[in-house]
Antibody, heavy 121, light 111 residues
Framework: EVQLVESGGGLVQPGGSLRLSCAASGFTFSSYWMHWVRQAPGKGLVWVSRIKGDGSSLKYADSVKGRFTISRDNARNTVYMQMDSLGAEDTAVYYC??????????????WGHGTLVTVSS | QSVLTQPPSVSGAPGQRVTISCTGSSSNIGAGFAVNWYQQLPGTAPKLLMYGNSNRPSGVPDRFSGSKSGTSASLAITGLQAEDEADYYCQSFDSSLSDYLFGGGTKLTVL
């Protein structure tokens, strides 16, 4: 069974940093692109970043470029999001999602439960 | 403002049929990129509901169907049930942005 479990969220002051983790199980982690998607309170889903299975390709939304860094450790089956220079606009639930393969390419076929990041003084 | 445009809300009575539209442009839906749909029940994570425009993942009832034409796509739900009350998001890929896009989401209310 595919499982994605996020952790690392919490309350952080403006300008601060936080590192999110997403532990994966139930599939060959290194074979899949992994994504982060966020959802501000009462708002819609926004794609944030993605990383290729071997870590060789990364992409970010313009809103986080230069502040967020996605990475992965395939030995630990974990994907990370280092978030720096956080602002109130980054307050959201952050979801880890797997990009499917084959017919499910360019879909987010499995999602974690999310971790809440609150940026406030 | 999302690049993929959805109506903020739709509603229907139990047993009725509702449709949710998703309008894009020539750099995403119109460029041939597939449209996927996600269902987010209250307080839960999104779940893949439809992929490749009109394909249902295992376990999704055939009351749900998807279609695509030109720069738009639609999700139809027939035989509406109370458990269908949720937020629905379309998603595609945009070649000019080289980014994944979500629509703004549509809240379905079952009357």
């Amino acid at each position: 069974e595919v499982q994605l479990v996020e952790s690392g969220g919490g309350l952080v002051q403006p300008g601060g940093s936080l590192r999110l983790s997403c532990a994966a199980s139930g599939f060959t982690f290194s074979s899949y692109w992994m994504h982060w998607v966020r959802q501000a309170p009462g708002k819609g889903l926004v794609w944030v970043s993605r990383i290729k299975g071997d870590g060789s390709s990364l992409k970010y939304a313009d809103s986080v470029k230069g502040r967020f860094t996605i990475s992965r450790d395939n030995a630990r089956n974990t994907v990370y999001m280092q978030m720096d220079s956080l602002g109130a606009e980054d307050t959201a639930v952050y979801y880890c999602a797997r990009e499917g393969s084959g017919s499910f390419t360019k879909t987010h076929d499995f999602w974690g439960h999310g971790t809440l990041v609150t940026v406030s003084s | 403002q999302s690049v993929l445009t959805q109506p903020p809300s739709v509603s229907g009575a139990p047993g009725q049929r509702v449709t949710i539209s998703c309008t894009g442009s020539s750099s995403n839906i119109g460029a041939g990129f597939a449209v996927n749909w996600y269902q987010q029940l209250p307080g839960t994570a999104p779940k893949l509901l439809m992929y490749g425009n009109s394909n249902r993942p295992s376990g999704v009832p055939d009351r749900f169907s998807g279609s695509k034409s030109g720069t738009s796509a639609s999700l139809a739900i027939t035989g509406l049930q109370a458990e269908d009350e949720a937020d629905y998001y379309c998603q595609s890929f945009d070649s000019s942005l080289s980014d994944y896009l979500f629509g703004g989401g549509t809240k379905l209310t079952v009357l």
